[in-house]
């Protein structure tokens, strides 16, 4: 699971010092696309049909810059690239947010690309070109509450969804989206603080106080047996989460399970408290899971257990959203 997103003090100002590369492509670059999260800034440089030329990345997320020096964070990473290619800049993620470098709009469900293409928040860099940021996205439930998204959109939108397909993409704050009938367009979606919930959980609270981490990251995810258990009792208990997740204390007070084997059961509560909860009203036919490799798999696990089918998306959706918001937004030309 995920940690919770965090502040980097200092951070960025070891970006600053961060030494230029030499670049050497063969086809002309059309396009740099910046996903600009709370923790990191990752920039490719894109050519002909969204081919990704270079990739680059940093700690210089949206809580690590300093005094607002986004554009000095931004050249620190790629101002050799803007001096050299002078090519439209797109950004999508924290960085149009409140606490980003300029708010950009909420477009509100259903939305599609076309409509995003059009509501680009522009940023005039004093290097020269101009930064484009991608607007989120924003849907009001049965409730009655408001949901939102950024970042998020711009993948879903590069992951060749198609009408009416269902996506998860999991993480610190895990989003389920439902595609409308027409192509490209988003209908709904719901987030889930699974990620963050897991964080808080096991590392300030008392739950944690009687699990045993192991420092080793293992390559692929490996369903233990605690994890299984996890996620049959969150699929069957997710209306009683708050009653349920005590299920983590008591696993370990009754030596059910040892402090080793707690966070994998608790990883699994909390992602089948999500699932059970997520498709409440009806189960889709498929769940296509878009996200890092490692924690799709861990929920692809999960979705089985629930009897679900699932199908993993390209893992360069957010470079093709991108790309595609750039073409529609007359950016790069359509034949590019």
Not at 235 to 240: D, I, K, T, V, Y
Request: hydrophobic share 45%.
């Amino acid at each position: 699971m995920p940690e919770a997103p965090c502040g980097l003090a200092g951070a960025a100002d070891a970006l600053y010092m961060r030494p230029m590369q030499a670049l050497h492509t063969v086809a002309p670059p059309r396009c740099i696309a910046l996903d600009w999260g709370t923790s990191n800034l990752r920039a490719s440089l894109l050519g002909d049909g969204g081919s990704v030329l270079a990739s680059r990345s940093a700690p210089g997320g949206v809580m690590a810059i300093v005094e607002r020096r986004f554009e000095a964070a931004l050249m620190a990473l790629a101002g050799d690239w803007i001096a050299a290619h002078r090519c439209p800049l797109v950004a999508s993620g924290m960085v149009g947010s409140r606490q980003g470098w300029q708010e950009a709009p909420y477009l509100p469900c259903p939305a599609a690309l076309e409509a995003a293409a059009l509501q680009l928040t522009a940023v005039a860099l004093a290097a020269g070109p101009t930064l484009h940021i991608a607007p989120g996205l924003r849907c009001q439930g049965s409730d009655g509450q408001f949901d939102v998204m950024r970042g998020e959109e711009t993948q879903l939108w590069g992951a060749g969804l198609a009408p009416g397909a269902c996506c998860l993409l999991p993480g610190t704050h895990s989003k389920w989206a439902w595609m409308g009938d027409r192509p490209d367009e988003v209908r709904a979606f719901r987030t889930y603080l699974t990620g963050e919930l897991y964080a808080v959980l096991s590392q300030h609270s008392i739950l944690g106080r009687g699990m045993e981490f192991d420092a080793a990251v293992p390559e692929a995810f490996e369903a233990s047996e605690s994890y299984l258990e996890g996620v049959r009792l969150g699929l069957a208990e997710h209306a009683q989460a708050t009653h349920v997740i005590f299920a983590a204390r008591t696993a370990g007070l009754m030596n059910r399970y040892p402090p080793a084997a707690l966070p994998d059961f608790l990883s699994g509560l909390l992602i089948g408290i999500e699932i059970g909860s997520a498709t409440r009203d009806g189960a889709p036919e498929v769940v296509t899971v878009l996200g890092d490799a490692a924690l799709a798999e861990r929920y692809e696990v999960a979705l089985r257990e629930a009897g679900l089918v699932t199908t993993r998306a390209a893992a360069d959706a957010t470079t093709r959203g991108q790309w595609r918001l750039a073409q529609a937004a007359g950016l790069v030309g359509s034949g590019a």
